[in-house]
Nanobody, 117 residues
Framework: QVQLVESGGGLVQAGGSLRLSCAAS????????MGWYRQAPGKQRELVAT???????NYADSVKGRFTISRDNAKNTVYLQMNSLKPEDTAVYYC???????????WGQGTQVTVSS
C-alpha cells in the first residue's frame, strides 16, 4: 500500500498558475502509474494526467498544452504544473498510484483548486 499526500491547492484568478505536489510513501516499488484526477461539484471524478514508471504521459484533452505532469523519483513526489487556469478547472484534485500487480489504486485526500473569473 502507498500513502499519498497532496498539497499546493488554493485560490487563483483565471489565467494564473498553481503547482500541485503529491508526496508518496510506502511500498514505492509496487507503483506502475501515478496520476492526477479531479472532481468538480456535481460531477464525476475525471482523469487529468498520468505518468507511468517508463515515462509515458497521458493528458485529458481539456488540459493539454496548459498542464504538465512531472515526477521526482528521488523525492517520491509527483507534480502537476497548471498554467493558464480557467474557472472550469475548479475542482478537488486527487493524486493516485496504481499497483503494478493488482491494478489497485491508492488515493490521496485531495486538494482544492478554485479559479475565479
Amino acid at each position: 500500500q502507498v500513502q499519498l499526500v497532496e498539497s499546493g491547492g488554493g485560490l487563483v484568478q483565471a489565467g494564473g498558475s498553481l503547482r500541485l505536489s503529491c508526496a508518496a510513501s510506502g511500498k514505492m516499488s509496487t507503483i506502475r502509474t501515478m496520476g492526477w484526477y479531479r472532481q468538480a461539484p456535481g460531477k464525476q471524478r475525471e482523469l487529468v494526467a498520468t505518468m507511468t514508471n517508463s515515462g509515458i504521459i497521458n493528458y485529458a484533452d481539456s488540459v493539454k498544452g496548459r498542464f504538465t505532469i512531472s515526477r521526482d523519483n528521488a523525492k517520491n513526489t509527483v507534480y502537476l504544473q497548471m498554467n493558464s487556469l480557467k474557472p472550469e478547472d475548479t475542482a478537488v484534485y486527487y493524486c493516485n498510484a496504481i499497483n503494478r500487480w493488482s491494478n489497485y489504486a491508492d488515493w490521496g485526500q485531495g486538494t482544492q483548486v478554485t479559479v475565479s473569473s
